[in-house]
């Protein structure tokens, strides 16, 4: 009786360890694949010029060099400048080397620059009122008034994000008559506050309460205690929970569509449309040229390694912060 | 006065007993730092202490014993209004720092705490460095200048014995890193650095060793030539040996709250308690 129990529960307790391993091993392969094919398509895009040049229209004609120059324009050649197929001395277009399939030209420097810039000052709108609200919620809640400002952050980090893009362009862009960077960053705010707010609510619920009563006994005031004591043990979750919020707001694509545009250039000036990575990969993706499709791939895993840098970058300044006195 | 400072540790308790006599005598002449009147603390509809009592005489350490679930702990919180954040916490009758009643609404609870410090049973440093841990109080205060900072803080480390071990790293080293024992004397000298006028220990040695809580009972015996001390223990023979003056507290089996049952002189509590239940608790006769 005893070793037929034993081996029963020996059984369960693989059958049960197996289908476990097996739903992980699901859930995982959603991710790896993507990984994997961006990767490998992606890296048909990569070169120095992906990364250091910005958008070039399709052309077949190959790039000039030093013994062979580029040839001078010609006033009453139509396409002269863009893409012009050789033909050859029977007048036949050679359809190899026809637009269609021409190499990739060109890189995605303007949306790198421009998904930096939009998310992040998106990011500066979504901090502070993200951190204060989940300190408020955390130290110094209104059971009320916070049991209503949690139901609504939980329902906006939920929603569609072209909800928020949409709101944005009714107020922001038809008024102004202009789309614009920073009404992009408006829109990826939206988005960002409620994630900020309820991992920052999150993190500083876990310091624990023995903390705050030591700065208690010490006489300092909740705000004091709250900024020098649990705001800090707590910093690393936060910090998570801010990239967390970059890395969605960098990777959104319908909320800018209706709020920056795009652009070809690179475009400092944060009133006027700027490029965005996620916008690249999407008008590439729609394009008849297979270079530009290869692009599309490009982007989005540039996009990726984009948020993966960031997360280490932080991750390894706060740890030094955390890690020194003052 | 002096019989007090020259008494020597690891005693026996018949020793102990016999000279504590003299500073009982002594401290007939001392005044009163904190008086409780009939004071009675609730958490919304349940009432933790009743009734209480008693004196707690300057520079003098008074423990509180106890079995557990008695109200000695909310009994100590009480008097730097440590409760005032939680939800339906309220206090009646009478509890008076000097002359000024502590739960009187014009009392802010912010400037009491700096008058009276907390140390707490578990050691809970900042995560910060060992100067910034101890610093902070005086930051709180508003004290910027490096100078004095520097120095406040070697001499509160010093006066917590902690100075010669952390002297070498007090900003390379966090308060975290340091050893049980000395985490608590850490916590100590952040709470004196402020230079309170009472200390309250809410069982500081029970989360640590037994050298560690010798270490820690030597302290506060030094300590309360420039403290009023309050200290709730378990440890009844801790009790004996650091404290001047007892109080004995009790559940009310039918009221379920804490009352006092008697409080006096340490010595005259442990060898001649008026109250049966102070004599059954102390002879170890239940709890």
Redesign the interface.
């Known amino acids: 009786m005893r070793t037929f129990n034993y081996r029963r529960r020996k059984l369960t307790d693989q059958v049960m360890r197996g289908l476990s391993a097996l739903a992980t091993g699901c859930a995982i392969i959603p991710l790896i694949a993507i990984i994997g094919y961006v990767l490998t398509i992606g890296a048909g895009a990569m070169s120095w010029s992906f990364f250091s040049d910005v958008y070039q229209p399709p052309s077949s004609a190959p790039e000039p060099t030093a013994d062979k120059p580029a040839p001078a324009y010609d006033p009453n050649d139509p396409f002269a400048d863009i893409s012009v197929a050789p033909i050859d001395a029977a007048g036949n277009v050679d359809p190899t080397v026809s637009v269609y399939n021409a190499a990739p030209r060109g890189g995605v420097l303007h949306g790198i620059l421009g998904t930096l810039t939009i998310a992040g000052i998106g990011l500066l709108f979504a901090l502070p009122i993200g951190i204060f609200a989940g300190i408020y919620l955390s130290e110094f809640r209104n059971e009320r008034y916070a049991t209503i400002v949690r139901f609504c952050c939980d329902v906006l980090s939920g929603s569609p994000s072209i909800v928020a893009g949409v709101t944005i362009y009714v107020l922001v862009v038809l008024q102004a008559k202009q789309f614009s960077a920073v009404a992009g960053s408006m829109a990826l705010a939206i988005l960002m506050i409620p994630i900020v707010t309820r991992t920052t609510e999150e993190m500083l619920k876990l310091v ?1 309460e ?2 705050r ?9 909740v705000w ?1 205690s709250t900024l ?2 649990v705001l ?2 707590a910093l690393p979750g936060i910090v998570t929970g801010v990239m967390l919020a970059f890395a969605r707001g960098a990777g959104e694509t319908a909320p800018l569509i209706l709020t920056v545009l795009g652009s070809n250039v690179i475009s400092m000036d944060i009133f006027k449309p700027m490029a965005a990575l996620p916008l690249l990969t999407y008008r590439y993706t729609e394009s008849p040229y297979p270079g530009e499709n290869t692009q599309a791939w490009g982007a989005a895993f540039v996009l990726m390694m984009l948020v993966l840098l960031m997360n280490i970058l932080v991750r390894v300044a706060t740890r030094k912060a ?1 890690g020194n ?2 | 006065m002096e019989h007090a400072m020259t008494l020597t540790r690891g005693i026996g308790f018949g020793d102990l007993v016999a000279q504590r006599t003299k500073i009982s005598q002594l401290s007939v002449a001392t005044e009163n730092k904190i008086e409780m009147l009939h004071f009675g603390f609730h958490y919304g509809a349940f009432k933790a202490v009743h009734d209480v009592t008693m004196a707690m005489p300057t520079n003098r350490v008074t423990a509180i014993i106890g079995p557990s679930g008695c109200g000695k702990s909310t009994l100590l919180r009480s008097i ?1 209004r ?1 409760h005032d ?1 939680t939800e339906g916490a309220h206090a009646e009758g009478i509890l008076r720092l000097d002359a000024m009643n502590v739960y009187d609404a014009a009392v802010d609870s ?5 008058r009276v ?4 049973q ?1 050691p ?6 060992i ?2 841990n101890v610093a ?2 005086l ?3 508003g004290i910027r200048h490096r100078g004095t900072l520097a120095e406040r803080v070697e001499q509160s480390l010093r006066r917590a014995a902690l100075w010669d071990e952390v002297k070498d790293r007090l ?2 080293s ?1 308060g975290t890193a340091l050893s049980g024992g000395q985490q608590q004397r850490l ?1 100590i000298a ?2 004196i650095a ?1 230079n309170p006028e009472v200390i309250l220990m809410d069982e500081p040695c029970s989360a640590l060793d037994p050298i560690a809580s010798l270490k820690i009972e030597d302290l506060i015996y030094d300590l309360r030539e420039q403290f009023t001390i309050v200290i709730v223990t378990h440890n009844m023979q801790q009790a004996a040996r650091v404290s001047d003056f007892t109080a004995f507290m009790l559940m009310n089996r039918e009221k379920r709250y804490g009352e006092l049952i008697e409080s006096g002189p340490t010595d005259q509590l442990f060898t001649k308690p008026h109250d049966k239940r102070t004599e059954d608790y102390i002879s170890g006769q239940f709890g």
Not at chain 1, 213 to 221: F, N, T, V, Y
């Open positions: 624990p023995t903390m009563e030591a700065a208690r006994g010490l006489g300092a005031p004091y020098t004591v800090p043990a955390g006195s003052r | 730097n440590m954040a912010v400037l009491l705490r700096r410090g907390m140390v707490f578990r809970n440093p900042f995560q910060l460095s100067f910034e902070y109080g930051r709180v205060l900003h390379s966090f916590c952040r709470t402020t």
